[in-house]
């Protein structure tokens, strides 16, 4: 009887034993299969891989071949995507056809267009006398383009945006002015425009004519050297203050009605916020803030860590001609 005792303490020892040894292999086991590396363990939204080109208007250096150039963020590459000394502003492409894009052109009096990269002119959109013709879109809800611009006798142009106006110009219809304000942005429906006052951001709904103020700020406190991005979904609004060294970047919560959602400031004297088209990402072009500006970059941030990067150089083109237009 004390021997089958003895024998009954052994193998409850060993059984102990045993289920400790199991639980430690499974602490192990356990560790081996969620471990992975720092980078891998951030959160797929964290990971560094932007993707896609880049689209600026630039004027080199030496005086030539200004005219719209593609970055190619996975090859780290620029190179010149239309030149032509005709270009005063921007490139937004034509959502119908990826060859496609709208430009201003002097040489055209300013009148906008819908060009091709091979230096077509497709259509003459816009046959007027407004001068100062800026940021064209298209509204393919409407056929309409939509940009900014000043009355013929309009004096010298200073740093208010409210010397500008936003124009539409439908299919068959003269053009009409929308607003006052510059800087026209279309929501991601491309029913409605935001544009920037002296006080703040006003949408304006294009059926109706509506307007709203939908971001505040003290009377007279904007300049044309701010600049505004709206996210392809509509998920966020950066807003660059390159006099104060700041981006505000908001987060919508809704379009309709408007809701604002939380603000994050980044500090960067920046210019030209535009976000990537899977909104993940704000690129914009950065500067030392002397007189006058120099070191120009074009700089790339995580919209989740908020890490940015300095991927390319701008140093070899005019610091005050510098113009981020889109990205695909």
């Known amino acids: ?33 969620f471990y992975k590396s720092p980078t891998s363990s951030l959160p797929e939204k964290e990971k560094w891989d932007p993707k896609g080109s880049l689209y600026l208007s630039l004027a080199p250096n030496n005086g030539h071949d200004f005219g719209i150039y593609e970055y190619d963020i996975n090859k780290n590459i620029l190179n010149p995507y239309y030149i032509s000394s005709g270009i005063v502003f921007t490139l937004k492409f034509n959502s119908s056809l990826a060859t496609d894009f709208l430009a201003s052109l002097k040489e055209q009096n300013g009148n906008i267009q819908i060009m091709q990269v091979k230096g077509d002119t497709v259509e003459i959109k816009t046959q007027s006398s407004i001068k100062n013709k800026r940021h064209p879109l298209y509204s393919q809800p409407y ?45 991601p429906d491309a029913k409605s425009v935001v544009v920037l006052r002296s006080d703040g951001l006003y949408k304006i709904d294009l059926a109706d004519k509506s307007i709203s103020r939908i971001w505040a700020v003290e ?16 998920k966020y609004i950066a807003w660059s203050y390159p006099d104060g060294g700041k981006i505000d970047i908001l987060e919508v919560s809704s379009w ?73």
């Open 256 to 328: 309709s009605p408007f809701t604002m959602g939380s603000i994050h400031t980044i500090e960067a004297d920046a210019f030209w916020p535009i976000f990537s088209p899977d909104e993940r990402y704000l690129a914009f072009e950065e500067v030392d803030w002397t007189n006058p500006p120099s070191n120009a970059r074009l700089v790339i941030m995580n919209l989740s860590s908020y890490e940015r990067r300095t991927v390319y150089s701008l140093k070899d083109f005019d610091q005050l001609s510098l113009f981020l237009d889109d990205w695909k």
């Open 143 to 187: 056929n309409a383009i939509i940009y900014a611009g000043r009355e013929e006798n309009a004096g010298e142009l200073g740093r208010n945006p409210d010397e500008f106006n936003v124009y539409i110009k439908r299919e068959n219809e003269p053009e009409q002015k929308l607003t006052e304000g510059a800087i026209p942005r279309l929501t």
């Open 219 to 234: 009377p007279n406190s904007t300049d044309l050297n701010q600049q505004f991005s709206i996210s392809p979904k509509g």
């Open 1 to 33: 009887m004390i021997l089958n005792l003895r024998k009954l303490s052994l193998l409850k020892k060993i059984v102990i034993f045993s289920s400790g040894l199991f639980c430690v292999f499974l602490v192990i086991l356990g560790v081996l299969f």
